[in-house]
Nanobody, 122 residues
Framework: QVQLVQSGGGLVQPGGSLRLSCAAS????????MGWFRQAPGKEREFVAA????????QSADSVKGRFTMSRDNAKNTVYLQMDSLKPEDTAVYYC???????????????WGQGTQVTVSS
Protein backbone atom coordinates (compact mmCIF):
# COMPACT_ATOMS: atom_id res chain seq x y z
CA GLN A 1 0.00 0.00 0.00
CA VAL A 2 1.41 3.35 -1.05
CA GLN A 3 0.51 6.60 0.67
CA LEU A 4 0.97 9.86 -1.21
CA VAL A 5 1.10 13.23 0.52
CA GLN A 6 1.06 16.37 -1.58
CA SER A 7 2.38 19.83 -0.82
CA GLY A 8 2.67 23.10 -2.67
CA GLY A 9 -0.01 24.84 -4.66
CA GLY A 10 -1.86 28.03 -3.85
CA LEU A 11 -2.70 31.30 -5.57
CA VAL A 12 -0.49 32.70 -8.31
CA GLN A 13 -0.82 35.42 -10.93
CA PRO A 14 -0.95 34.58 -14.63
CA GLY A 15 2.55 34.02 -15.94
CA GLY A 16 3.79 32.92 -12.55
CA SER A 17 5.25 29.63 -11.36
CA LEU A 18 4.50 27.01 -8.74
CA ARG A 19 6.01 23.69 -7.78
CA LEU A 20 3.98 20.79 -6.47
CA SER A 21 5.54 17.96 -4.48
CA CYS A 22 4.26 14.49 -3.74
CA ALA A 23 5.99 12.37 -1.10
CA ALA A 24 5.44 8.62 -1.04
CA SER A 25 5.62 6.10 1.77
CA UNK A 26 4.63 2.51 2.41
CA UNK A 27 5.94 0.99 -0.80
CA UNK A 28 8.92 0.74 -3.10
CA UNK A 29 8.61 4.16 -4.64
CA UNK A 30 11.30 3.59 -7.24
CA UNK A 31 9.27 0.77 -8.80
CA UNK A 32 6.20 2.91 -9.52
CA UNK A 33 5.59 5.07 -12.55
CA MET A 34 3.91 8.25 -11.39
CA GLY A 35 1.45 10.71 -12.81
CA TRP A 36 -0.14 14.08 -12.21
CA PHE A 37 -3.79 14.74 -12.96
CA ARG A 38 -6.03 17.76 -12.42
CA GLN A 39 -9.71 18.43 -12.04
CA ALA A 40 -11.36 21.78 -12.64
CA PRO A 41 -14.83 22.55 -11.27
CA GLY A 42 -17.50 20.77 -13.28
CA LYS A 43 -14.97 18.86 -15.36
CA GLU A 44 -13.55 15.36 -15.48
CA ARG A 45 -10.17 14.63 -13.94
CA GLU A 46 -7.63 14.88 -16.73
CA PHE A 47 -4.10 13.73 -17.37
CA VAL A 48 -1.32 16.27 -16.93
CA ALA A 49 2.00 14.40 -16.94
CA ALA A 50 3.58 11.03 -16.30
CA UNK A 51 7.06 9.73 -15.56
CA UNK A 52 8.60 6.27 -15.64
CA UNK A 53 9.84 4.60 -12.47
CA UNK A 54 13.45 5.52 -13.24
CA UNK A 55 12.61 9.03 -14.36
CA UNK A 56 14.15 8.43 -17.79
CA UNK A 57 10.94 9.14 -19.70
CA UNK A 58 8.19 11.68 -19.28
CA GLN A 59 5.16 12.73 -21.23
CA SER A 60 2.70 15.53 -20.80
CA ALA A 61 -0.63 16.74 -22.06
CA ASP A 62 -0.59 19.08 -25.03
CA SER A 63 -2.20 21.78 -22.92
CA VAL A 64 0.82 21.97 -20.60
CA LYS A 65 3.65 20.92 -22.89
CA GLY A 66 6.56 23.33 -22.74
CA ARG A 67 5.24 24.91 -19.52
CA PHE A 68 5.05 22.05 -16.98
CA THR A 69 7.90 19.71 -16.10
CA MET A 70 7.54 16.51 -14.13
CA SER A 71 10.51 15.01 -12.31
CA ARG A 72 11.26 12.62 -9.49
CA ASP A 73 13.90 11.98 -6.85
CA ASN A 74 13.85 8.31 -5.92
CA ALA A 75 16.29 8.89 -3.08
CA LYS A 76 13.70 11.19 -1.48
CA ASN A 77 10.64 9.18 -2.54
CA THR A 78 9.25 12.34 -4.07
CA VAL A 79 7.84 13.41 -7.40
CA TYR A 80 7.51 17.02 -8.53
CA LEU A 81 5.51 19.10 -10.96
CA GLN A 82 7.15 22.39 -11.90
CA MET A 83 4.54 24.68 -13.42
CA ASP A 84 5.70 27.78 -15.30
CA SER A 85 3.87 30.37 -17.41
CA LEU A 86 0.68 29.55 -15.59
CA LYS A 87 -2.64 30.48 -17.15
CA PRO A 88 -6.09 30.96 -15.61
CA GLU A 89 -7.22 27.77 -17.35
CA ASP A 90 -4.66 25.83 -15.28
CA THR A 91 -6.82 26.48 -12.22
CA ALA A 92 -7.80 23.10 -10.76
CA VAL A 93 -7.22 20.63 -7.97
CA TYR A 94 -4.05 18.72 -8.80
CA TYR A 95 -3.50 15.09 -7.85
CA CYS A 96 -0.42 12.91 -7.90
CA UNK A 97 -0.88 9.20 -8.43
CA UNK A 98 1.10 5.96 -8.55
CA UNK A 99 0.65 3.23 -11.10
CA UNK A 100 2.09 -0.20 -11.88
CA UNK A 101 2.47 0.77 -15.53
CA UNK A 102 3.58 3.92 -17.31
CA UNK A 103 0.30 5.35 -18.53
CA UNK A 104 -1.72 8.46 -19.27
CA UNK A 105 -4.97 6.69 -18.37
CA UNK A 106 -6.52 7.58 -15.04
CA UNK A 107 -7.91 4.07 -14.64
CA UNK A 108 -4.38 2.61 -14.52
CA UNK A 109 -3.48 4.50 -11.37
CA UNK A 110 -3.98 2.68 -8.08
CA UNK A 111 -2.91 5.19 -5.43
CA TRP A 112 -3.79 8.86 -5.19
CA GLY A 113 -2.68 11.87 -3.22
CA GLN A 114 -5.13 14.06 -1.35
CA GLY A 115 -5.19 16.80 -3.97
CA THR A 116 -4.00 20.37 -3.80
CA GLN A 117 -5.64 23.52 -5.12
CA VAL A 118 -3.90 25.65 -7.72
CA THR A 119 -5.55 28.95 -8.55
CA VAL A 120 -4.24 31.22 -11.30
CA SER A 121 -5.79 34.66 -11.07
CA SER A 122 -4.88 38.31 -11.05
Amino acid sequence: QVQLVQSGGGLVQPGGSLRLSCAASGGTFSSYPMGWFRQAPGKEREFVAAITSSGALTQSADSVKGRFTMSRDNAKNTVYLQMDSLKPEDTAVYYCAASRIYSIRRSNYDYWGQGTQVTVSS
